[in-house]
């Protein structure tokens, strides 16, 4: 089974940055987009930014474009979210998908694992 095991999160105060990881094992990492995403309590799971397969495409949501920045490292099997001026409206868990193929898909149908989420926490 594909693993993916995020990491990074924690309490900070607005203003502030994170920079949370995502390490996969199971199949090729370099032939797969992936993803990550967010969802606070009572509200639905909502797209924040994605990588293509090689990361020569990526997408970010309009809510976090320009403070928060998405990469990959294909030999360590690893993903990156850098998160900067952080607002207490990014308080959520936070996950890391992998897609069934190499597209920046925005759509959390168009991935078929997930890892467990961690907790980013912002405090004003």
């Known amino acids: 089974q594909v693993q993916l095991v995020e990491s990074g999160g924690g309490m900070v105060q607005a203003g502030d940055s994170l920079r949370l990881s995502c390490a996969a094992s199971?199949?090729?990492?370099?032939?797969?987009?992936m993803g990550w995403f967010r969802q606070a309590p009572g509200k639905e799971r909502e797209f924040v930014a994605c990588?293509?397969?090689?990361?020569?495409?990526?997408g970010q949501a309009d809510s976090v474009k320009g403070r928060f920045t998405i990469s990959r490292d294909n030999a360590k099997n690893t993903v990156y979210l850098q998160m900067n001026s952080l607002k207490p409206e990014d308080t959520a868990v936070y996950y890391c998908?992998?897609?069934?193929?190499?597209?920046?898909?925005?759509?959390?149908?168009?991935?078929?694992?997930w890892g467990q989420g961690t907790q980013v926490t912002v405090s004003s």
């Open positions: 998908a992998a897609a069934g193929g190499g597209m920046c898909y925005t759509s959390p149908n168009e991935y078929n694992y």
């Open positions: 199971g199949r090729t990492f370099s032939n797969y987009a």
């Open positions: 990588i293509s397969a090689i990361g020569s495409l990526t």
